[in-house]
């Protein structure tokens, strides 16, 4: 790919157990009990949506979604190899992450998926989202690869009871300043000069306003 653009480095940052609602920990053993029951040793995570999850971290590497790109391979164990490009790591981040999760720089994930193969070892994969990159070197010496739905896809989707408040505690905060900006419409609107970018930038302001904004 001539003239690739660099991939974006931006800081990923702990999501906080006051929204989790779960620990990492937690997401971790659920998901190590659900490999344990299938067979296999590993997964290979690379939706960087279910590694979010996983891991309770936030990004900003994915416009308009808070998501950081990497990918993971998580052991029936529990435990985490992370490949992530070692900029975006910020101070916070080890501490939250804990035990059981090595953060690797990306040029590693080849010669881990590789060491997968060669242990003859079961790995799971979701083929509606992992490239033939890596399933190649997943079967390169002798491994298997067992295929189905990312284990993290279901459990993420089923909100725990502190999502399910913070969810409608956000959209109480924006109904907010969508009453706040329709009131600014009400008394702008007869002037003759309110343009739609104006009340684009009305809008933006009254959400931005807000402490948990982002």
Not at 104 to 132: C, H, I, M, W, Y
Not at 190 to 205: N, Q
Request: charged share 25%.
């Amino acid at each position: 790919w001539k003239e690739r653009p660099e991939e974006p480095s931006c800081p990923i940052f702990p999501y906080d157990m006051a929204y989790a609602g779960k620990s990492a920990v937690e997401k971790r053993q659920e998901i190590a009990a659900l490999m344990r029951k299938k067979g296999v040793a590993a997964t290979v995570l690379n939706n960087p949506a279910s590694i979010a999850w996983l891991l309770n971290i936030r990004g900003g590497d994915v416009d308009y979604v808070p998501l950081p790109l990497s990918r993971a391979i998580l052991n029936n164990d529990g435990t985490v190899e992370w490949f992530v490009d070692m900029r975006k790591i910020t101070q916070a981040l080890p501490t939250h992450l804990g035990d059981g999760i090595s953060i690797l720089p990306p040029e590693e994930f080849s010669p881990a998926l590789e060491n997968l193969s060669r242990s003859g070892k079961a790995v799971f994969v979701d083929p509606n989202q992992t490239p033939s990159w890596i399933t190649d070197r997943l079967t390169a010496v002798h491994g298997k690869v067992e295929r189905g739905e990312d284990l993290c896809a279901l459990p993420r989707t089923i909100k725990n009871g502190v999502e399910l408040e913070g969810m409608r505690a956000a959209h109480v905060r924006d109904g907010a300043a969508l009453a706040k900006f329709l009131m600014w419409i009400d008394a702008h609107i007869d002037k003759g000069h309110l343009t739609e970018l104006d009340a684009e930038r009305a809008l933006a302001e009254f959400r931005q306003s807000n402490l948990h904004y982002r």
